[in-house]
């Protein structure tokens, strides 16, 4: 292998001898660049929690309280902008920077058994084709355990069923908004009398109770079809939180170990936090839990909204001993990204999309809102790509930065360390590969430099 001391002197490095993987490394290099003031990294782990736990808990507050009343359509903005959300959080978020570290063109991807394959597209296929069995082997259990068929239709299903597999959210909201029901047990008592009077009486109580029969046996097929339905869509919640999570702990650490970029991460995270909470937030709340769990929204919510500012506050801890650009560390947060960027595919359009557009027998055939929820599932999906912009062109000054710290450049001043530069390029004091994203460095800061 090519001589390494290119990674204390980038003035040891000669293209026509280095070894690509050795200046590929140089590329990927970062240290430990900690700096700003601790106040207001600790001031993130509060306005993080507060921002995560608000917006995930509105959702669940609204359809669980009915004093609270929230118009249909802003319900339904919630619930479809949060799934555009959970979407491009899987491509933007998790896979393209599973690329930038793990990817064939880092240190990591050029290194031993990595160099073998492209493994962040394998790891999310891998992860995406686990959720899949686990949902199938989910449904199937839930089906033979109560006697039903997934898919079927009105008729062939037992009485309440096709009620229970309506749309959850357009359930939940209607069941959570309307007034009290009016009770038929008056009504048959009154039946009952009047046949005393006439003579009929005898009949008319057989038939009621064969009527009576009849209707606890409705009531006992409703109550199995609410319960296949909850543990059908808890699963999937669950499987979806669980990628959340993943993608929020590497947020979190990133975020108390920032240091230049952090000015520019910080409000990134605030809003990626408060669009992937309200999406996860208005999932949880089209879920009818049963009256023996009603605890389980309101914690899952916690969970989420605790799970960020946790790891905000172990990233300030360990701020002056971890690295983020070392190969632990990009292995680690690489193989979590891809992991979780196939859980949220599989999830956003299966769960999430696939099942209340394509396969819901009981969508809504008004075009107005069809459109409005296909609007909202593109908006939360486009903000979270730009949010994804910004934060890669916060990390990506980052490592500029670091280059130009390299070479003896100051990046507080882009005009002087492109004057510098240009000197420094007419003697080739530096590789081609080194003063190029260096030259990129000083062109992001707003000052063009011409290339030789």
């Known amino acids: ?112 058994g990595w160099a073998q394959f492209s493994w962040p597209p394998a ?62 047990h008056h009504q048959s008592h009154q039946f009952l009398h009047s046949g005393d009077q006439d003579g009929t009486a005898p009949d008319r109580l057989e038939t009621k109770r064969h009527d009576d029969v009849e209707a606890t046996s409705i009531d006992i097929e409703k109550e199995h079809a609410a319960e296949t339905s909850f543990k059908q869509q808890i699963a999937a919640f669950l499987i979806l939180e669980f990628g959340v999570i993943f993608h929020s702990v590497i947020i979190g650490l990133t975020l108390g170990t920032a240091g230049d970029e952090f000015g520019t991460l910080y409000p990134v995270v605030v809003f990626h936090q408060t669009f992937e909470g309200l999406g996860i937030g208005a999932r949880l709340s089209a879920i009818g839990f049963p009256r023996r769990v009603r ?29 983020p650009g070392s190969d632990t560390a990009s292995i680690v947060s690489g193989v979590l990204d891809a992991t979780s960027a196939g859980i949220l595919l599989f999830t956003g359009f299966v769960e999430l999309l696939a099942r209340d557009f394509l396969f819901n027998p009981d969508r809504t055939h008004d075009d107005k ?54 000197k420094m390029l007419q003697r080739r004091r530096y590789d081609r590969v080194a003063w190029t994203t260096a030259l990129y460095a000083i062109e992001m800061r707003g000052v063009g430099v011409s290339r030789v």
């Open 1 to 112: 292998m090519a001589d390494n001391q290119y990674l204390s002197n980038p003035t040891s490095v000669n293209l026509d001898t280095a070894d690509p993987r050795d200046v590929i490394c140089y590329m990927n290099r970062s240290d430990q660049t900690y700096s700003g003031s601790l106040g207001v990294h600790v001031s993130a782990i509060f306005v993080v929690f507060f921002v995560s736990t608000t917006f995930t808990f509105f959702p669940v507050v609204a359809t669980n309280v009915p004093k609270i009343k929230i118009p249909l359509y802003v319900y339904l903005f919630a619930r479809y902008f949060g799934a555009g959300v959970i979407i491009a959080t899987a491509f933007i978020h998790l896979l393209d920077p599973a690329y930038d570290e793990i990817g064939p063109v880092t240190c990591v991807g050029m290194t031993g």
């Open 123 to 184: 790891i999310a296929m891998a992860s995406a084709m686990l959720v899949f069995l686990l949902d199938f082997g989910a449904e199937r259990y839930v089906e033979k355990k109560y006697g039903f068929m997934h898919g079927s239709t009105g008729g062939q299903q037992p009485g309440g069923a096709k009620h229970a597999s309506m749309d959850a959210a357009m359930l939940t909201y209607s069941m959570s908004h309307r007034p009290s029901g009016i009770a038929n």
């Open 295 to 323: 605890w389980m929204p309101w914690v899952l919510c916690a969970v989420y909204g605790l799970t960020t500012p946790i790891s905000i506050a172990i990233g300030l801890g360990v701020r002056h001993t971890y690295n």
């Open 369 to 422: 809102q069809l459109a409005f929820m296909v609007c909202s599932v593109m908006l939360g999906a486009g903000i979270m790509a730009l949010l994804g912009d910004l934060r890669n062109r916060a990390v990506e000054k980052q490592h500029a930065d670091f280059y130009l710290r390299q070479m003896g450049i100051s990046p507080a001043s882009p005009a002087m360390a492109a004057i510098k530069l240009g």
